[in-house]
């Protein structure tokens, strides 16, 4: 089991960026597969992003291609989200979430889940 606390939301403007920072503890950290996750008040959680143990696989919503950049070190057992480009529709609150094996794009599929980060872009 790895315990998940994240960090680095705000309330910004459209069009500034922020970095999410996901902090983990446990043993598992460098063979888990990261996801991070937003729900919006009203909304199903939805996929953002997720990374491989290693690094070498990489998924993204199409809602956030080319905007959010996800990544890890595992020497310091924490994976980032840098979100540039933000709009009102991203947001939510940001959960990460750690599974083993595999990244995978549905929520249901990750083990262990943090309480999440509020981040708030106006107009």
């Known amino acids: 089991q790895v315990q998940l606390v994240e960090s680095g939301g705000g309330l910004v403007q459209a069009g500034a960026s922020l970095r999410l920072s996901c902090a983990a503890s446990g043993r598992t950290f460098d063979t888990d597969a990261m996801g991070w996750f937003r729900q919006a008040p009203g909304k199903e959680r939805e996929f953002v992003a997720a990374i491989s143990w290693g690094g070498t696989t990489i998924y993204y919503a199409d809602s956030v291609k080319g905007r959010f950049t996800i990544s890890r070190d595992n020497a310091k057992n924490t994976v980032y989200l840098q979100m540039n480009s933000l709009k009102p529709e991203d947001t939510a609150v940001y959960h990460c979430?750690?599974?083993?094996?595999?990244?995978?794009?549905?929520?249901?599929?990750?083990?262990?889940w943090g309480q999440g980060t509020q981040v708030t872009v106006s107009s």
């Open positions: 979430a750690a599974r083993s094996g595999a990244p995978r794009y549905s929520y249901g599929a990750y083990r262990d």
